[in-house]
């Protein structure tokens, strides 16, 4: 039988978004083309050997998986024809090929687009370490060229990798400047979709507020939400035209390099601004394809989930043994031991320590004879036939080959084969398949370097306990400190990170300022057993100090006397400076390097808290710095701020503070003994901005308006008194500007504000301005609808709709809630009624209820009422009341709940968790529900406190046989979390905003007529 060509493809990794999608075509085109492929995963060192060399006729290289000197020698010394995808080797000395997508033109297509869309201001988003990345950047310069526009440097963003993460870190770089522009090319998917993220967090809309195009045209591009416009490389396209190229190559050789282009196309949905009504049907119904293969993906998880159990566990003594994980994905699987420690050396040998069949269920190599193990050269690795001839056959169409190291910094290898047919059939098993290869590399990896460490003598049983304990600790450099002798020992990692030739004590190298924390937790430890951790300065050998994450264990003798300390250094010196940067950002104005309103914030609240001295609160604003900015430039009013804060820094002294809360609103927090020295400091401030010269030929006269209060005569909270400095400094602004005021309560215009308001409540009562939103409430167990919140909107002919938080606590204040909590509760009623004679499934409507309404007299019986007249089943409505209603008068609410209960109405606790029930409470209260309240869910999947609230919470309603809703819910990530956690049932912006009744129904009813109202279809 004539030998089919051979195919070596050289990859960094097997899966992934990116790279797991080029593979994938990589294989179907190798099948079609009738050649067999051996796919080598190259990271994890930097590759240096010539794995399959002996099998392989030519090699596919994939990205950056290999080293430009590898690639010079594979066609140099071992003369093999090779082709790139997505690698420049233009400047390199060899004769190949290369695949690239039209990078440049893909990127001006996008910048076109959105140029036809109106903009006029488009930034670059990438990682310009890979060369694609690189080109992209090229096609953006040319864009801008080509459409008259002007390059920016601020307007180029390299977020440092092509992750989610880079994408949220680029989007807030660009809040944090202000939104220097409004559109965006982005040079991958996921950081495209990073970018999304975070800008609907920051309350961004997309594409309204800010567009943007991606790059790859991935499943991500096509389900995010809005959906993502993205270039497609057309990756089939490019890995048909690799395989044929190299095909031709092994037959005709090429000289030098030849590039080949594979055209970009612009694939439009919604998040440039375009909408595509089609194809949002035809994404609705892939999504449904999608949804109905989560019960086959749930059960693949389970599996993985007991492989890894199953795995971390064992140890592995023959691929065999894993035959019930491997046996439906491959044929055979080989390991080979390398027996080398040369580099480049194609006479390197491996020994055959496995090779054996699946499906056949059977050993390939008697590895139990006398005989010593077959013995191969790494080129000819892995073996597809015996010396006999017998072997696989076509049971090696695709092999998957995974170099891993030993302890002595060789390399071993192992080997996964299979058929073609086999791989196509699991092509969407790909990420499982690449999930158990690596678990069983690394397990392997693990045993060898324990095996080698236990064979060796006293010396070796001691680096035994070291890993033990770094496996604990740390994967890094590796210490060790005798604690009797004070010697010490590094390992290669330690040298490598302080760049030294002998190892000290760190009692040597520690910044001056960390060492009493290090000798204090050293000493508890030895005492104690407390975790020795601390992050320190460490010296290098140049004198410049690096951030340590340090860590150890004490290993002691028969008694506990510690005997040594073992333990690991990480170098942390990246995360400080990020930590630092994002610490100096969280509290300062980047402009003028003043502290911002959070940090000003905090800094009355410390203040106040000492009540020791008197201060006062300035707010003052730049007279007519719209006009300066208008006429003269951003950059001109941008002196103007930068000039004006650095006056400021000089008048004020040490205690004093300063703070930019954005705009030209500068805010003074300024100590003082007599009232005198803050009419004395004000003045010096209007004098200060009158000599201010903003040169270039501008010359004009700086004034401001300020408004002053005190502490503690005006307020004690830092949002009263910057309230009031605020009202002083509109009444500055009313009667000429260029002045400063001292609040007064004459100043307050809040009665003018309540009779106008009170007065058009009562006139929205009388000509029935008011209307219900509702939002959905979803069972996390089941997916569908299972109430929905009635929500209060005014529509103000004056003002527009009027949420409830601007005129609720003046209703109840003045007694309008009465009149306006019975239509609320009328109007639920009647709706709800409406929905099921429409012949709608019946579902609870919740409604909130105020502590003035509970006090109102004959309560109950205009509920009766409103029940009689709609014909609402008492059944399906719920009442909502805060804990602090119920506080408020225990004994009447208990007892109004029970007889409201008795009628058939569920009771909901809303707000939970900010008030004080205590479980007492709680168990008096002939309670359905509680309502964890929102402020717990916005930080649930960052902060440990919140998910421990949101348990208890859960803990407790279980206890009490309540039912549970989180409201607030935005993120998926949030609904998984609290549908792990146990909650039953979740509502929020994630699921649906509060929708007016005609646009409920025809949003949802459909769905919840006939199938349930499920989060895949809300959340939209």
Not at 113 to 131: K, T
């Amino acid at each position: 039988m004539q030998r089919k060509p051979t195919i070596g493809l050289l990859t960094p990794f097997l899966g992934g978004n990116y790279l797991g999608e080029v593979i994938n075509e990589i294989q179907k085109a190798v099948h079609k083309s009738g050649a067999r492929l051996i796919a080598i995963r190259t990271a994890g060192k930097r590759f240096n050997c010539p794995i399959s060399l002996d099998h392989v006729d030519g090699w596919i290289i994939l990205n950056k998986a290999v080293s430009d000197d590898y690639i010079q020698q594979l066609s140099g010394k071992w003369k093999k024809p090779f082709i790139t995808i997505a690698k420049d080797i233009t400047s390199l000395v060899v004769n190949g090929q290369m695949v690239v997508c039209d990078n440049e033109g893909g990127i001006k297509e996008a910048m076109n687009h959105l140029y036809a869309h109106g903009h006029l201001e488009i930034g670059f988003v990438g990682n310009l370490g890979l060369d694609d990345m690189k080109r992209r950047f090229e096609g953006y310069k040319q864009g801008l060229e080509q459409l008259g526009l002007s390059f920016h440097e601020e307007f180029v963003i390299d977020p440092g990798d092509h992750s989610v993460l880079g994408g949220r870190s680029a989007a807030q770089n660009i809040a944090d400047a202000g939104f220097p522009f409004k559109a965006a090319v982005v040079c991958t998917d996921m950081t495209a979709f990073g970018m999304l993220e975070r800008l609907t967090e920051l309350g961004c809309r997309l594409p309204d507020d800010f567009a943007l195009i991606g790059f790859d045209n991935t499943d991500t591009a096509r389900t995010s939400n809005p959906r993502m416009s993205s270039i497609d490389q057309h990756i089939p396209q490019a890995a048909t035209l690799v395989v044929e190229l190299l095909l031709g190559q092994m037959k005709y050789p090429v000289k030098g390099v030849e590039r080949h282009v594979i055209d970009c196309t612009l694939v439009r949905r919604s998040s440039c601004g375009c909408i595509n009504q089609h194809n949002e049907s035809a994404l609705k119904n892939e999504l449904l394809s999608d949804y109905e293969t989560d019960i086959k993906r749930m059960t693949q998880l389970n599996v993985h989930y007991e492989f890894n159990k199953f795995i971390l566990n064992y140890n592995i003594d023959r691929v065999q043994d894993l035959s019930w994980v491997l046996a439906p994905h491959f044929q055979w699987a080989s390991q080979g031991q390398w027996l080398a420690l040369d580099q480049l050396r194609p006479q390197a040998k491996v020994r055959i320590s496995e090779w054996y069949h699946f499906q056949r269920g059977l050993d390939l190599i008697d590895t139990s004879a006398a005989e010593e193990p077959e013995v191969i050269d790494i080129s000819s690795f892995p073996l597809f036939e015996k010396s006999d001839g017998t072997g696989p056959g076509e049971d090696s169409e695709m092999t998957y080959v995974i170099p891993y190291r030993t302890a002595a910094d060789n390399w071993s290898v192992l080997a996964f084969g299979t058929t073609m047919a086999s791989t196509l059939e699991h092509m969407n098993d790909y990420m499982s398949i690449v999930h158990y290869l690596d678990l069983i590399a690394n397990t392997l990896d693990r045993q060898a370097l324990i095996a080698e460490v236990s064979e060796q003598s006293f010396q070796y049983r001691q680096i035994a306990e070291q890993l033990e304990i770094v496996s604990r600790t740390s994967n890094d450099g590796i210490w060790e400190l005798d604690l009797q002798s004070g010697a010490v020992a590094w390992n290669q990692r330690f040298y490598d990170l302080l760049l030294c030739t002998e190892a000290s004590r760190f009692e040597a190298l520690l910044h001056t300022d960390d060492l009493p924390q290090y000798q204090a937790a050293l000493g508890t430890h030895l005492e104690t057993g407390k975790a020795f951790m601390l992050d320190a300065r460490l010296r290098k050998q140049s004198g410049q100090y690096v951030w340590a994450a340090i860590s150890g264990e004490a290993v002691r003798d028969m008694d506990g006397i510690a005997l040594r300390m073992v333990g690991s250094v990480r170098d942390i010196t990246e995360r400080k400076q990020a930590e630092d940067k994002m610490r100096y950002l969280a509290y300062h104005d980047t402009l003028t390097g003043l502290t911002n309103r959070r940090r000003f914030y905090e800094e009355i609240a410390l203040a106040a808290a000492v009540y020791e001295q008197s201060f006062a609160v300035i707010v003052m604003d730049l007279d007519h710095f719209k006009k300066i900015n208008d006429s003269f430039g951003h950059q001109m009013g941008d002196r103007l701020l930068q000039l004006v804060a650095d006056g400021l820094k000089a008048l004020v002294r040490q205690h004093d503070h300063i703070a930019r809360f954005g705009g030209d609103e500068f805010v003074i927090l300024y100590r003082y003994d007599e009232l005198e020295e803050v009419d004395a400091f004000a003045r010096s401030i209007s004098h200060h901005l009158s000599t201010l010269l903003l040169g270039e030929g501008v010359n004009l006269t700086i004034t401001m308006s300020a408004g002053i209060s005190l502490f503690p005569i005006d307020g004690a909270d830092p949002d009263t008194l910057i309230k009031k400095a605020d009202i002083a400094m509109y009444k500055v602004k009313q009667s000429g500007k260029n002045d400063y005021e001292i609040f007064s309560p004459l100043m307050i215009e809040q009665t003018m504000w309540r009779i106008n308001t009170e007065n058009e409540l009562k006139e929205a009562i009388a000509k029935e301005q008011f209307a219900l939103h509702y939002q959905p409430q979803i069972d996390l167990a089941t997916g569908e609808l299972y109430g929905v919140e009635a929500l209060l909107r005014w529509y103000s002919p004056d003002r527009g709709i009027v949420s409830p938080l601007t005129f609720i606590s003046l209703a109840e204040e003045t007694g309008l809630i009465i009149p306006i909590g019975e239509w609320v509760i009328s109007e639920a009623c009647r709706q709800s009624v409406k929905w099921r004679d429409k012949g709608y499934q019946p579902f609870k409507i919740s409604v909130n209820i105020s502590g003035r309404q509970l006090k109102q007299p004959g309560f109950v019986g205009m509920v009766r009422q409103i029940m009689e007249q709609t014909g609402m089943d008492p059944h399906y409505l719920c009442f909502e009341i805060t804990e602090s209603t119920v506080i408020d008068d225990l004994d009447t609410t208990i007892a109004m709940f029970k007889e409201l209960a008795e009628y058939g109405i569920q009771m909901s606790m809303d707000d939970f968790g900010t008030g004080y029930s205590s479980l007492s409470v709680l168990r008096k209260l002939p309670l359905n529900m509680l309502k964890i309240d929102k402020s717990f869910i916005s930080e649930i999947t960052c902060e440990h406190q919140d998910i421990d609230i949101v348990k208890a919470i859960i803990s407790i309603s279980n206890s009490l046989n309540l039912k549970i809703i989180a409201e607030g819910v935005e993120q998926a990530e949030q609904q998984a979390l609290l549908k792990e956690l146990g909650c039953h049932c979740v509502q929020g912006y994630y699921i649906s905003k509060p929708l007016a009744a005609e646009q409920f129904e025809l949003l949802s009813f459909n769905a919840m007529q006939h199938e349930g109202l499920h989060t895949s279809f809300t959340a939209q």
